[in-house]
T-cell receptor, first 112, second 114 residues
């Protein structure tokens, strides 16, 4: 079983819709959590970190549920430009370092 | 600042050939990493470095070597290319830890092994 799991989608939504993605992780001792965005054939870029208390950045809200071991990303008022793949990243201890594990990504398509 | 740069952008190799993928960053980051991305697999960590002279293996290190002689450069060597190494390779750097806080990625190298 992969350590970090995401529904690959695609999620196909109209402009203005609200859409939510979940990401589950298996290592209960995981330390930090992030959402990255990756456009087609481009490099990933940090979208937002995920804090225990939840955090919001404009139309984007990220939440962490340690008891159930998942993180979520909510996008409100979807724009065409939100079309991308959203990667969940979980940081866990490995030897003397904290190592990131990426999920496979969730594809979002926003249509007019 | 150029950020993280990678060369080449595209490469075709024959089975058994060797080559080096170059990665450089100008942000004075201590932490650098190499990932491969295959369709449906997400990014997988190959090797990482926590500073000049210090490297360690990630999830899929077999068939690859790295070295870190300077803070800026982190080359990835394919010793004897195999078709299974056909992939997109991303180099990344970060300030506070391997993958901690924000990672900055290069534009990637698309490698095909025939």
């Amino acid at each position: 079983r992969k350590e970090v799991e995401q529904d690959p989608g695609p999620f196909n939504v109209p402009e203005g819709a609200t859409v939510a993605f979940n990401c589950t992780y298996s290592n209960s001792a995981s330390q930090s959590f992030f959402w990255y965005r990756q456009d087609c054939r481009k490099e990933p870029k940090l979208l937002m970190s995920v804090y225990s208390s939840g955090n919001e950045d404009g139309r984007f809200t990220a939440q962490l549920n340690r008891a159930s071991q998942y993180i979520s990303l909510l996008i409100r008022d979807s724009k065409l430009s939100d079309s991308a793949t959203y990667l969940c990243v979980v940081l866990s201890a490995s030897g003397g370092s904290y190592i990131p594990t990426f999920g496979r990504g969730t594809s979002l398509i926003v249509h007019p | 600042n150029a950020g993280v740069t990678q060369t080449p952008k595209f490469q075709v190799l024959k089975t058994g050939q060797s080559m080096t993928l170059q990665c450089a960053q100008d942000m004075n980051h201590e932490y650098m990493s190499w990932y491969r991305q295959d369709p449906g697999m997400g990014l997988r960590l190959i090797h990482y470095s926590v500073g000049a002279g210090i490297t360690d293996q990630g999830e899929v290190p077999n068939g690859y070597n790295v070295s870190r002689s300077t803070t800026e450069d982190f080359p990835l060597r394919l010793l004897s290319a195999a078709p299974s190494q056909t992939s997109v390779y991303f180099c990344a750097s970060s300030r506070f830890g391997v993958g901690d806080n924000e990672q900055f990625f290069g534009p990637g190298t698309r490698l095909t092994v025939l």
